[in-house]
C-alpha cells in the first residue's frame, strides 16, 4: 500500500467518524429538545372549545395539539401572532401540532374563525 492511499484511507475513517458523530449529536440534541417542549391540547367540536384557557409559558418554546372531534372544518386562528391552522373534520392521529416558539408574557387570544360564534380561546403566558 502506497503512502497516498494509507493517508486517504486514515482521512476516510476521520470522516466517517466525524459525520457518525455529527450525526449522533443532532439527532440526540433533537430527542431532547422535543422531550423538554411543553405540549397542550386544544379540542375542537362544531364550534365548541375545550378549554378555553390555557396557561403557557412565556419565553419558552411550547406546542399545541389541536383535535378536532366535529363534523365541521374548524379554524385555529390569531391576527396578532399571525398564526392560523384549518382543521379537517374529525382529523387524525396523531393531531396537528403548532409550536410557539416564544410568547411574551400576557393574555393572547386565539379564535375559531369558520365559526364566528365560538368563544376566543386565551392563552395566558405567565
Do not use: W, Y
Not at 386544544?42 to 378536532?68: C, M, S, W, Y
Request: charged share 20%; glycine share 4%; proline share 7%.
Amino acid at each position: 500500500m502506497t503512502l497516498r492511499n494509507r493517508v486517504v484511507n486514515q482521512f476516510n475513517k476521520l470522516l466517517a467518524t466525524a459525520l457518525l458523530i455529527a450525526a449522533g449529536a443532532m439527532t440526540g440534541g433533537n430527542a431532547a429538545n422535543a422531550d423538554d417542549t411543553p405540549t397542550f391540547s386544544i379540542e375542537f367540536h362544531d364550534g365548541q372549545i375545550t378549554p378555553l384557557q390555557l396557561n403557557v409559558p412565556a419565553n419558552k418554546r411550547f406546542r399545541i395539539e389541536l383535535h378536532n372531534t366535529g363534523k365541521t372544518a374548524a379554524e385555529f386562528e390569531s391576527s396578532e401572532l399571525h398564526l392560523e391552522k384549518v382543521l379537517a373534520p374529525n382529523n387524525p392521529t396523531p393531531a396537528p401540532v403548532i409550536v410557539i416558539r416564544s410568547l411574551d408574557p400576557g393574555d393572547h387570544i386565539f379564535f375559531d374563525d369558520l365559526h364566528e360564534d365560538a368563544p376566543k380561546i386565551h392563552l395566558i403566558a405567565k
